[in-house]
């Protein structure tokens, strides 16, 4: 009989990670749009500092306010009380309604978190029909991007720090909840940190080995289990250490050995603040649930994403180079490239992820697939471009300027995020697949074995089929770690008796 229960069990699971029923208007699936959140940047900040000589055309005059219309619900229902950001220039104002919300320069970012983490957390641990999310962040370098998803620097050695940003208590309150279903389910959390620079992706966790992105999903980087918040301390230090920086005019670091060094990485791990940010960052908690009655595992994901800051070259005070002599740079010397170099390809790169942006929402309008480019594509817009396709909730902040000086700035973000507003989804494909656990351990491990043989057949050199050489070292080191965590897994529930 308890066998019969188990299995009924098994078949509602089965049933439900085949993804909810859409809703459906006119025949075709309803689809939601992304939240958008505004946070304004104090006045006064680093390079954000008003003197009183700079001023151009345009300026953030007002976010206090509502405008008539514009926020629209998941059922495409327009709000009348829509939170507003307005711009001035010699023609008048304009006002921006996409916002969900705006948080002024006193937020606390404990607010920010309850405003937009929480709910996402919500459908993240929904204990029977768990989903993923990706969170991301957009606006002009300086302005608190880095402090919003991660926190500041000094934040980073203390559990549960007032100035946590949310990936941190992300991190906290998932492993509480979890800790708390532990009579019926056995989980697994993992953290990965992945840096996307000059077209590329690196794992900030594993020295900098390179990883690939297919379908969406970061292939090969190194996964930290964590079993207590202290353990994202760790995950946070590793990432201050090894990711991309440098002081520049707009987001100066916060010591003389950095800004007067030529190099563009940080070294002093602990300096209060370590510049800006050269390349994008994706720290991902990854979550493995066993449900110990049906041993059927489900996976979920829930990622920031820290994008690098948009800049104009004349802010900065740099020169501009085309993007032949950015590349040329790296090839050079990758440990010294010039920021104007690393900001131009930074903006091609957030310019290639709007219109991903665009055409993810126009494919989705006609019913076309959501597919990443296959040519001139980047490992960033890829991973992100990949998510598009409604298999996620997705949320953006995009942080404001003040200043008066970075008018055009402020108002290119207030555009970049109004397309982003404009993204529609199917809400369908988030429901996580439930797998056997026993056959999930079968099926990785048929992988890492196949994929390792395969590899180390292959040339590194003098041989056609060398071109695949990195890419297969990748793909093996993948699934080697992914069999391996999925192994510990069902490891532990013999442990304990639950198999």
Not at 268 to 291: E, F, I, K, P, Y
Not at 298 to 327: I, P, W, Y
Not at 372 to 386: E, R
Not at 435 to 460: D, H
């Amino acid at each position: 009989a308890s066998q019969r229960a188990s299995r009924r069990l098994a078949r509602r699971h089965m049933k439900a990670s085949a993804g909810s029923p859409q809703r459906k208007k006119n025949g075709k699936p309803l689809l939601v749009a992304p939240p958008v959140f505004v946070r304004i940047l104090p006045a006064n900040v680093g390079g954000h500092f008003d003197d009183g000589t700079a001023h151009v055309a345009k300026r953030l005059k007002s976010w206090v306010g509502t405008c008539g219309g514009g926020d629209v619900d998941d059922g495409g229902n327009a709000s009348t009380n829509a939170p507003c950001v307005i711009l001035s220039d010699s023609h008048g104002d304009t006002k921006y309604s996409f916002p969900k919300d705006v948080f002024g320069p006193s937020i606390r970012q404990a607010a920010i978190f309850n405003d937009v983490a929480s709910p996402l957390l919500l459908k993240f641990l929904d204990e029977h029909d768990p989903q993923s999310v990706i969170l991301f962040a957009y606006g002009q370098t300086g302005t608190g991007k880095t402090h919003t998803l991660m926190g500041p620097e000094a934040s980073w050695d203390t559990v549960h720090h007032p100035d946590w940003g949310m990936f941190p208590r992300v991190v906290a309150d998932v492993l509480r909840v979890m800790d708390s279903r532990q009579g019926n389910y056995s989980y697994a959390a993992h953290l990965s940190a992945t840096e996307f620079y000059f077209c590329q992706g690196f794992d900030l966790l594993d020295a900098k080995a390179q990883v690939l992105v297919t379908d969406g999903t970061i292939v090969g980087a190194k996964q930290i289990r964590v079993t207590n918040a202290s353990d994202v301390l760790h995950v946070l230090a590793e990432v201050r250490a090894t990711r991309t920086t440098a002081h520049t005019k707009m987001n100066p670091a916060s010591t003389a050995s950095v800004a007067g060094s030529s190099s563009n990485k940080t070294n002093n791990t602990n300096a209060a603040h370590g510049g800006s940010s050269r390349s994008h960052c994706a720290l991902s908690l990854r979550l493995r649930v066993v449900d110990k009655r049906t041993l059927f595992v489900k996976t979920v994901t829930f990622t920031c994403m820290d994008l690098a800051g948009a800049e104009r070259q004349a802010s900065n005070g740099n020169d501009h180079v085309s993007a032949m002599e950015a590349v040329m740079q790296f090839w050079r010397n990758p440990s010294n490239v010039a920021p104007c170099a690393q900001a131009t390809i930074i903006n091609y790169e957030l310019a290639c992820l709007r219109s991903a942006i665009v055409q993810a929402a126009e494919n989705h309008r006609v019913g076309r697939k959501v597919t990443a480019p296959t040519q001139l594509g980047t490992a960033a817009v890829n991973y992100m471009h990949g998510l598009f396709d409604g298999r996620c909730h997705v949320a953006n902040v995009v942080t404001l300027s003040q200043s008066k000086k970075c008018g055009w700035e402020t108002w290119f973000a207030c555009t970049y995020a109004e397309d982003v507003s404009l993204l529609r989804m199917p809400a369908g494909a988030r429901s996580a697949m439930a797998v056997s656990l026993k056959k999930l351990t079968v099926e990785l491990k048929r992988k890492a074995e196949a994929s390792q043989s395969v590899y180390e057949k292959t040339p590194e050199k003098n041989h056609p089929s060398s071109k695949y050489f990195a890419r297969r070292k990748i793909e093996a080191r993948h699934f080697a770690n992914e069999a391996k965590i999925v192994e510990e897994l069902a490891r532990g529930l013999e442990t304990t008796g639950e198999t």
